[in-house]
């Protein structure tokens, strides 16, 4: 029994004063504060100590009021998510200058509690969507104090610029005072697992601010560091934005500026509450590279700026894309520029139409340390076009069975994934094939619209040749190696058929075992049954029920 656990014992019997006096950190010890970690290229997301991934359900954005979280859990409980991420705006927890309110955060942490789930929580401040419109009103309406940018031509933006030390402190001190609010509330329980600081900040219709201000910043050197991170992409190795980064100086030069903003709101949070911290990103086209900034929210973390953002806000953990992509390949895009060894992978936002749901493969079987579609609540809005037109549990019904095979195995998978190797893809719009490469003694090749037995081409009754309703992508597998010739296989609408690597070419390649089952609460594996014959003939078959299997493979001599 740790020291955590012994002195909870001992306190039980003592009266409230007593209890007052023991050191938050004794009482709080067997709860660690959730931490984000690196290491060898990998991440995970610590909570109470151990890798957790988020299976998140994001409400829509005025859902952050103490009556409509009644119309928010019950969409989170039929989802089967396990972490709320909810927006606290500037404008309702400090509606005056200096006078806090967080009566919303107490109702949200206790009830998420009540609800069992953990909470990842939005800061709407100076940025929302690029915007003000979360800023309360006496920074609002005080352009005087509180700057817009300057437009090319001289106009104002609609924005704030990132440039003004009134705007950071301001910004800066509320975040802070809701930083000491969750320390005070959840020390012990850790309901809190994750913060996101701002909410997809740049700026749209200008690349960056053309103040007398700014423009004086612009002419200054660029910072060496930076220089070095930008590689081949530095066009010097000293002199102004312009004179080093040409065409992109003036991208790159609010990027660096954003970065810095939101690092220091996020390092003085951090001195307050240590929590993992965050920024996601309203999407650069990841097909289109010539796509011009300011058609997309220049300065934001979009993807050709994620090496400016590493060194201008080391205390963001992570930069997180915000996926309403349409096809496949845009998506996946994508997901391939934010896994990198120095960023892990983590959607911040994606569609909830049903299409979406099967890139949680993906995102998972990458390395990925959470998922979280948009717009799961029952308030009766629809954010159609860029998501469904439902507004009932309709809205989660394609997500809710692969957020339970995933969320049943939750600790397992994370565990797999930050220390092992695990693999995964969804189908791709036009269902072509996929192989999965699991080094040198085995690999896999995917496929989608499959009926569970044999080939499609010995279905000659069937003028349309596929099951019905397939013509939808819906599939996924996502795979973790368990040793060298076992793997945890997880499936929705997809058949898997392993094959031989290059090690084992010379030889003949069974299936072992095929186990389907799951894991308990306490991680340990539960048989329920074993696949073979017509199930396991014509390779692994998953239909719309997500199955869980434990494949054991095996060769003979030839
Ligand atoms: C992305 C933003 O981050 C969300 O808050 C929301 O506005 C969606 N776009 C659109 O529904």
Redesign the pocket.
């Known amino acids: 029994m740790g020291i955590g656990k012994a002195c909870r014992v001992i306190t039980f019997g003592l009266a409230a004063t007593a209890l007052s006096m023991i050191p938050a950190y004794v009482w709080a010890a067997d709860k660690p504060i959730p931490q984000f970690v690196q290491k060898n290229g990998k991440h995970t997301l610590m909570v109470d100590g151990a890798p957790f991934v988020i299976l998140g359900g994001q409400a829509n954005?005025s859902s952050n009021y103490p009556d409509t979280l009644a119309k928010v859990w019950p969409a989170i409980k039929d989802v089967n998510a396990n972490t709320l991420v909810i927006p606290v705006a500037w404008e309702q927890i400090e509606p005056t200058e200096g006078k806090f309110d967080f009566s919303f955060v107490d109702t949200l942490v206790k009830e998420a509690r009540a609800n069992n789930v953990r909470l990842s929580i939005l800061w709407f401040g100076t940025w929302k969507?690029t915007g003000p419109s979360y800023t309360p009103s006496w920074v609002k309406l005080d352009n005087k104090r509180f700057p817009r940018l300057t437009n090319k031509d001289g106009s104002l933006s609609y924005a704030l610029s990132p440039h003004y030390k009134a705007t950071l402190d301001a910004d800066k001190k509320a975040y802070v005072a809701l930083m000491n609010h969750i320390k005070a509330i959840d020390t012990a329980e850790r309901t809190v697992v994750l913060m996101q600081v701002e909410?997809?900040v740049g700026v749209y219709g200008t690349e960056r601010d053309y103040s007398a201000v700014a423009n004086k910043l612009f002419a200054q050197p660029v910072p060496p560091a930076l220089i070095k991170q930008m590689g081949d992409r530095a066009l010097k190795k000293s002199g102004t934005w312009s004179e080093v980064f040409g065409k992109h100086a003036d991208e790159y030069f609010h990027a660096w500026h954003m970065a810095a903003f939101c690092n220091e709101v996020a390092a003085a949070g951090k001195s307050a509450y240590p929590l993992p911290a965050y920024m996601?990103a309203?999407l650069k086209d990841p097909l289109n590279p010539e796509q011009p900034a300011g058609s997309y929210a220049s300065g934001g973390p979009t993807y050709n700026v994620i090496d400016v953002y590493k060194v201008a806000a080391p205390q963001i953990d992570f930069l997180a894309p915000?996926l309403y992509s349409p096809g496949s390949q845009s998506y996946e895009a994508t997901l391939k520029w934010y896994k990198r060894p120095d960023n892990a992978l983590y959607v911040a936002?994606s569609g909830n139409k049903p299409t979406y749901a099967r890139f949680i493969f993906s995102v998972l079987g990458q390395q990925g340390i959470g998922f979280d579609p948009?717009g799961f609540d029952y308030t009766g809005y629809s954010?159609y076009p860029?998501g469904t037109t439902e507004t009932d549990r309709k809205i989660v019904e394609p997500f809710a069975p692969l957020y339970k095979l995933f969320g049943d195995m939750n600790r397992v998978w994370a565990k797999l994934s930050f220390e092992g190797q695990v693999w995964g893809v969804s189908e791709p719009d036009d269902h072509s094939a996929q192989t999965l490469d699991f080094g040198s003694k085995w690999n896999a090749k995917v496929t989608y619209r499959q009926w569970q037995f044999g080939l499609p081409e010995w279905d000659k009754d069937n003028k349309n040749g596929f099951p019905e309703g397939s013509d939808v992508p819906s599939g996924g597998i996502a795979v973790a190696k368990l040793s060298d010739n076992e793997f945890l296989v997880a499936g929705h609408n997809a058949r898997i058929s392993f094959g031989a690597g290059p090690a084992n070419k010379d030889k003949g390649m069974l299936l072992d075992r095929v186990e389907e089952g799951h894991y308990d609460a306490d991680g340990k594996w539960v048989m329920q049954r074993v696949w073979n014959g017509d199930q396991t003939d014509y390779g692994l078959n998953f239909k719309d029920q997500p199955r869980l299997l434990k494949v054991r493979l095996g060769t003979y001599e030839k």
């Open positions: 954005n969507n909410n997809e996601n309203a915000d936002e948009f954010n860029l």
